[in-house]
């Protein structure tokens, strides 16, 4: 009887989650060359020709290596998603300047949904003590100016423009929290915010790359520890999704 009681809660709590009004899930074609998840005025989503542990990570809001489990089938079969939201949802109010704009919480939460029925997954969240980095001030002076326009979107990465690659790094309108996310896949680890630095920031530091040993991750450090900033290896907690199950769609 408890545990009857105990799936009908879960069963109702799973129903009141937001979800989209409209969605499909399709299998990518060869002409689908583009990589992208956009967003759009009025909360519409599209993901184009991604993997599902891609989308579980932009669902989820976590990095891939903190989704563990499932066949190998999630990380090769690629998948378009065009999804809109009711009417009635914050989502449908939401209005990105750029289609770059990461999703609203609302929306993760029903790109959630959308996976587990579409996808049949069945998951638990497991918190495990592991490596992770803190980004913290360093010894240096701060290098980090106000940002000059608030309303950009918020990124950091190559001077080219991109992932970081090893010739110093750029910012634009992006505070601790996110500059420690977009770090975070390219040392492997979770990265932190321990700063202790509010608002939002620009900046740019160059140095020349050394061609014959290109090491993105210590240029990482190099740069930060010119900005005045530095990351210092630790153990912590951290929050791991484990798939138990998981189907094609149908």
């Given amino acids: 009887m408890r545990l009857a009681c105990l799936l009908a809660l879960a069963t109702l709590a799973f129903a009141q989650e937001p979800a989209f009004e409209v969605a499909t899930v399709k299998p990518s074609t060869p002409q689908d060359r583009v990589i992208a998840l956009e967003t759009y005025p009025g909360g519409r989503i599209t993901i184009t020709n991604y993997p599902l542990i891609a989308m579980l990570f932009e669902a989820f809001h976590v990095q891939a290596f903190q989704i563990v489990g499932g066949p190998r089938w999630i990380h090769d079969d690629r998948y378009n998603v065009e999804a809109k939201p009711p009417a009635s949802s914050q989502a449908a109010r939401f209005m990105p300047a750029y289609t770059k704009v990461p999703p609203t919480d609302e929306q993760r939460r029903m790109l959630q949904t959308l996976l587990i029925e579409r996808f049949h997954i069945q998951f638990h969240r ?24 608030p309303g ?38 979770p990265v932190i915010d321990r700063t202790g630095i509010a608002g939002s920031y620009d900046f740019r530091i160059e140095y020349p790359a050394d061609p014959d040993h290109p090491d993105v991750t210590a240029s990482l450090f190099t740069s930060l520890q010119a900005l005045g900033l530095k990351l210092e290896a630790a153990n912590a907690p951290v929050q791991y999704i484990v798939i138990d199950h998981v189907e094609k769609p149908q």
Avoid: C, H
């Fill in 126 to 149: 497991q918190s495990r003590e592991a490596p992770v980095y803190l980004l913290t001030r360093g010894s240096k002076e701060l290098k980090l100016q106000p940002a000059k326009d």
């Fill in 152 to 189: 950009q979107y918020p990124w950091a990465g190559s001077l080219a423009g991109g992932g970081f690659s090893g010739e110093g790094m750029r910012g634009t309108n992006i505070t601790m929290e996110n500059l420690a996310e977009r770090l975070s896949p390219y040392v492997q680890r």
